[in-house]
C-alpha cells in the first residue's frame, strides 16, 4: 500500500451530514449503524492490523450485523500497531500520547490521514459546549502551540478552534521548555480586563494547578469580564497530585471571577478524533438545570462494558467507557479506553483511571520495578 | 471493602480482633467494614487505649511467656492453629465461609491455602523451626538446665510489632507465630484486605492457652494511622512489616533507631525450565503443568508467584511449552478457580494482552492464549527480557538459548527477586543456582514446592526466627 486511502464520498458526505447535526440530537439507531457498518467494511478493507485484529475474532464485515458487534481495539494497541487505512508515513497528522512511562518508544500513536473531516467534527462540538451563546472570547492557551508540539493532538485543537472561533487579541502563554510565561498570562488578562473581553481560558488540569499555586503565592486574584470561561482537560488521571475537580471550580472562581458554570472540562485522548465536554454551560444557556456531566456529540456511541468480561454493565453500574466515535473513520471506530465511568442523565461522568493503578499485595508494582530499572541503569 | 462507623447494636459484625485487657463495654466507637457480604468490626482505638493493651500484653509476657518452654508453646501455638485450619472446627468453618468473600479469593483457593498451611502449622514443624534456628539450645538461658558451657544465646524482644498485609492469607499468622516462639509480647495490625485469620488464630490460642493468648493482640486499624502506629512502633523492639514499598518505606521513616526493622518488602518470583524437562511431549507437560499451579496459587499475588518462565531452546520449543502452560492453566481454572478482581486489575491484564497480540500482528515473535474473561492468560513472547506481572495468572513463557543467560537478566531487579523454580537442568542445578543467588535470588526451589516455602525457609534471605532475636556472648 502506498499514500493515503481517501475514505469514500458516500461515507464521508455521510460524516458531514451527522457533524452538521445539533449537539444533543443523537442519530437514531438505525442511520448511526448503517454508517458504522459502512465505515467498518471500508476499514476492514483498508486498516491491516485492525482487521487482523477482528479476523482472529471471527468479527468480518460478513459476519457483523450490528455496530456493537464491531471489536473494540483497546487504546494500549496505539502503542504497538498503526492503526491507519493505508500507509501511515502518508499520513496528514501524526498524534501521539504523552506516555510517561515506558519511553518514547511505548506512546501511542494515532494517525490521521485526513485533517479536514477531523476539524470538521471537533469544531461543532466545541462551539456547542464552549461557545454556546455565541460568544468569540479572546483565547488564551496553556497549551504550547503545535509548531513546538506537532503531535500533540491538544495543541492541534487548540489551535484549529483559536483561528475559527477566537478573538484578534487571542494568544499563546506556555512553552514546552519555559512553561507558562506568568507576565505574558498576566498582561493577557488584564488586557482583556481593560477592553472588557471575555476570555476563554484553555488548558490542562495540571497547567491550571501549577499557575493557581503560582496566583496563590502571590496573592492575586482577577475579576475576568463576564462570560469569561476555561476548559481544562484531563485531571482524574492522577500524576504528580491528585486533581479534585470541584475544588479547582472553586478556585477559579475565587482566583479569576470565573464561576462553576462557566468552568468546562474536557475528556479527549490522542486516540480519538472526538471530545467529550462537560454539560454545564451549554445547559446554562439553554437555562437547564442538570447535574454536570459529560455530553455525547451525535457521532458518538459510548458504552459502559464489564472490565473483566467487556460485556456492557447492567444498568446504573460503573464500568469502562467504550466509544464508538464515527469521527475516527481514518483509523479504527470502536476504542475501548481504561477508563471508568459511570452513566448519568444527559451522558455520563468519568470517574477515574483503570490502568496503572498497582497491582494488590506485597508482590512488586510497575512503578518500583521502573524505579529499579533506573537506578539500576548505566 | 468500605468502611462504616456506628453503634455495636445496629451491626451484626464479626468481631475480628483479639485485644487482651480492652474493656469493650467501655468501647465508644467501632468500625465495621463490608467485605461483598461479610461484615467485621473493631474498636476504634486511641493512643491511650492502644498503650494500655500494649501494657497489658508486655506484662503477661514478663509474667508467664518468659520462662514458658519452647515446648509449651509450640504444643499451644499447634492447637491454636489446627483449630483454624480444621474444617470441622466452629473456628475453622468460620475462616472458610468468610475468607472468600474478604480476600476475594475463590472457595476451592482458600481451602487449599488452609489445608496447606495445616501441614506448616503442626507441632513437630515448628519445634523444628526452632531446632534449625537456634541449633544447640542457644535460645535457652545460660542459667538453664541444658548442660554444658555456654558462651551465646538468643534473646527475643519483649515486644514486636507486626503490620500485615493481606495477599497470601496465612502469612500474618505464620508471622505471629515466629513471635510467640521467641517469646515477644506480639502485635499485628491486620491489612483491611484480610483482617480475619489472624484474629481467628488470636481466638483460638485463647481456647487452648488463655495466659499465651493474653501475650498477643491482634486488631486493624487504616495503616498509616500516625498516632496508633507512632505509638505501638515507639514501644517495639522489633518491627516486623509486610507490604509494598511505600509502607515499607513508611515505616522505615518513622520507627525509631533503636527498633529493628524486619521488612518483607515486595518480591516476585521466577520459572526457568532447562532441556531436560523438554525431552519429550509428556516430560513438559508434566513441568508445565506444575508452573500452571505455581502461576495460579494466590492467584499470583504471592512473593512466591513467578511471572515469567524462561525456556531452555529454540522459539518453538518455547511456543510449544507456553500451549501446554495454557492447557494446564485452563485445567486448574476448573478446580481451583481464579477469584474476583478489581477494573484495575482486568484493565491491566487486558493492557498485557492487546500489547502482546498486537505485536503478533505487527510480524513479532508474540502470541496470547487465554481463558474466559481475563481469568488466565498465557503471553509467549521471543524478547528475552524480564517483564512484571500485572498478576492474577498472568505468565510470560520467553525463550532463552542457556537458562545461564538467565541471571544476568534479573540482575536489574536485584533485591526484588525472591523465589526461582528451576526444571530440567539435571547436573547444572548447583551453578545456576550459585549464579542465581549472586543475582539475588533467594530461594531455588521447584514449581512444584514454589508456592509452599518450608516453615524454616530463609524468607526474604534471613533466618525465621534468628531475624527477630539479640545475640548475647557470654565471655569467660
Known amino acids: 500500500m502506498t499514500g493515503t486511502i481517501e475514505i469514500p464520498h458516500s461515507i464521508r458526505d455521510a460524516l458531514r451530514a451527522v457533524f452538521g447535526r445539533p449537539i444533543g440530537s443523537p442519530l437514531d439507531d438505525s442511520a448511526f449503524d448503517r454508517l458504522a457498518l459502512a465505515i467498518f467494511a471500508w476499514q476492514f478493507e483498508h486498516n491491516t492490523p485492525y482487521a487482523a485484529y477482528c479476523s482472529r475474532r471471527g468479527r468480518t464485515p460478513a459476519a457483523v450485523t450490528h455496530w456493537t458487534q464491531i471489536p473494540a481495539v483497546p487504546t494500549a494497541a496505539f502503542r504497538e500497531a498503526a492503526l491507519i487505512a493505508g500507509d501511515p508515513a502518508a499520513a496528514a497528522a501524526v498524534f501521539r500520547t504523552s506516555g510517561t512511562t515506558g519511553g518514547p518508544e511505548r506512546r501511542g500513536t494515532h494517525y490521521i490521514g485526513d485533517t479536514s473531516l477531523y476539524h470538521e467534527s471537533l469544531l461543532p462540538n466545541f462551539a456547542a459546549m464552549l461557545l454556546p451563546d455565541g460568544a468569540a472570547p479572546v483565547m488564551i492557551s496553556l497549551v504550547p502551540r503545535p509548531a513546538e508540539v506537532p503531535d500533540s493532538s491538544l495543541s492541534h485543537m487548540v489551535e484549529t478552534v483559536i483561528a475559527r472561533f477566537g478573538a484578534p487579541a487571542s494568544t499563546w502563554v506556555a512553552s514546552v521548555v519555559s512553561g507558562i510565561d506568568d507576565a505574558r498570562l498576566n498582561r493577557a488578562l488584564h488586557e482583556a480586563c481593560e477592553r472588557d473581553e471575555a476570555v476563554c481560558l484553555l488548558g490542562t488540569s495540571f497547567a491550571f494547578i501549577h499557575w493557581l499555586d503560582v496566583l496563590r503565592a502571590t496573592g492575586r486574584r482577577y475579576a475576568l469580564p463576564p462570560g469569561s470561561r476555561i476548559m481544562d482537560t484531563g485531571g482524574f488521571k492522577g500524576r504528580s497530585r491528585e486533581v479534585d475537580a470541584d475544588a479547582m471550580r472553586e478556585e477559579y472562581a475565587f482566583r479569576l471571577g470565573i464561576d462553576t458554570v462557566h468552568g468546562v472540562n474536557e475528556y479527549g485522548m490522542t486516540e480519538m478524533c472526538s471530545q467529550f465536554y462537560d454539560s454545564t454551560l451549554r445547559d446554562h444557556a439553554a437555562g437547564l438545570k442538570r447535574s454536570r456531566h459529560k455530553v455525547i456529540p451525535p457521532w458518538v456511541r459510548t458504552r459502559l462494558v464489564d472490565a473483566d468480561t467487556l460485556e456492557p454493565v447492567t444498568q446504573g453500574e460503573r464500568g469502562l467507557l467504550q466509544h464508538f466515535d464515527l469521527a475516527n473513520a481514518g483509523s479504527v471506530c470502536a476504542i475501548q479506553t481504561e477508563d471508568v465511568g459511570e452513566a448519568i442523565e444527559g451522558g455520563f461522568r468519568v470517574i477515574g483511571r483503570a490502568a496503572g493503578a498497582q497491582p494488590r499485595g506485597c508482590s512488586m508494582a510497575m512503578d518500583d520495578l521502573l524505579e529499579a530499572l533506573a537506578g539500576n541503569r548505566p | ?476
Open chain 2, 1 to 476: 471493602m468500605s468502611d462504616e462507623r456506628g453503634p455495636a447494636e445496629a451491626t451484626a459484625a464479626f468481631d475480628a480482633f483479639h485485644l487482651p485487657g480492652l474493656d469493650t463495654e467501655a468501647v465508644k466507637e467501632w468500625a465495621v467494614s463490608a467485605h461483598a457480604g461479610a461484615l467485621l468490626r473493631h474498636p476504634v482505638l486511641d493512643a491511650a487505649a492502644l498503650s494500655s493493651v500494649i501494657r497489658h500484653i508486655r506484662r503477661a509476657r514478663a509474667e508467664h511467656l518468659d520462662g514458658l518452654p519452647v515446648k509449651a508453646i509450640t504444643r499451644a501455638l499447634a492447637q491454636a492453629a489446627g483449630r483454624v485450619v480444621d474444617p470441622a472446627d466452629a473456628i475453622g468453618r468460620i475462616a472458610r465461609a468468610l475468607l472468600p468473600s474478604i480476600t476475594g479469593y475463590s472457595k476451592p483457593m482458600v481451602e487449599l491455602v488452609l489445608d496447606r498451611l495445616a501441614a506448616d502449622w503442626n507441632e513437630k514443624a515448628l519445634r523444628g523451626l526452632v531446632e534449625a534456628e537456634f541449633p544447640g539450645a542457644t535460645f535457652e538461658p545460660f542459667a538453664g538446665d541444658r548442660p554444658g558451657p555456654r558462651t551465646v544465646r538468643a534473646v527475643g524482644p519483649h515486644f514486636a510489632f507486626h503490620i500485615f498485609s493481606g495477599n497470601v492469607p496465612g502469612v500474618g499468622v505464620t508471622s505471629i507465630m515466629r513471635s510467640l516462639l521467641v517469646r515477644a509480647a506480639t502485635l499485628g495490625k491486620t491489612s483491611g484486605r484480610e483482617p480475619l485469620l489472624a484474629a481467628l488464630f488470636a481466638r483460638a490460642l485463647a481456647s487452648v492457652d488463655a495466659p499465651l493468648a493474653d501475650c498477643l493482640a491482634v486488631t486493624h486499624w487504616a495503616g498509616g494511622d500516625a498516632r496508633l502506629e507512632n505509638e505501638a512502633m515507639s514501644e517495639a523492639d522489633v518491627i516486623v512489616v509486610y507490604g509494598a514499598a511505600p509502607t515499607v518505606r513508611s515505616v522505615r521513616s518513622r520507627a525509631p533507631v533503636t527498633a529493628r526493622i524486619v521488612e518483607h518488602g515486595p518480591r516476585i518470583s521466577i520459572g526457568m525450565v532447562g532441556a531436560n524437562a523438554l525431552i519429550n511431549e509428556a516430560a513438559s507437560a508434566a513441568a508445565a503443568t506444575a508452573a500452571a499451579w505455581a502461576v495460579s496459587v494466590f492467584d499470583q499475588q504471592g512473593c512466591v508467584s513467578p511471572h515469567v518462565v524462561w525456556v531452555e531452546g529454540d522459539a518453538t520449543a518455547a511456543r510449544r511449552f507456553a500451549e501446554q502452560v495454557a492447557e494446564a492453566m485452563a485445567a486448574v481454572q476448573v478446580v481451583l478457580p481464579r477469584g474476583r478482581v478489581g477494573v484495575e486489575e482486568a484493565a491491566a491484564i487486558r493492557e498485557a494482552r492487546t500489547t502482546a497480540e498486537f505485536r503478533a500482528i505487527g510480524g513479532e515473535d508474540a502470541a496470547v492464549f487465554e481463558g474466559e474473561g481475563t481469568t488466565w492468560t498465557v503471553i509467549y513472547d521471543a524478547a528475552a527480557d524480564f517483564e512484571a506481572s500485572c498478576l492474577n495468572r498472568t505468565i510470560r513463557v520467553k525463550p532463552i538459548a542457556e537458562l545461564e543467560e538467565v541471571p544476568a537478566l534479573i540482575e536489574p531487579f536485584r533485591g526484588y527477586i525472591q523465589s526461582a523454580a528451576l526444571e530440567g537442568v539435571g547436573s547444572r542445578l548447583a551453578g545456576l543456582a550459585d549464579r542465581l543467588a549472586d543475582a539475588g535470588v533467594t530461594r531455588i526451589t521447584g514449581f512444584r514446592q514454589m508456592p509452599w516455602p518450608p516453615p524454616a525457609w530463609h524468607h526474604d534471605g534471613s533466618g525465621p526466627l534468628r531475624e527477630l532475636v539479640r545475640w548475647v556472648d557470654l565471655e569467660s
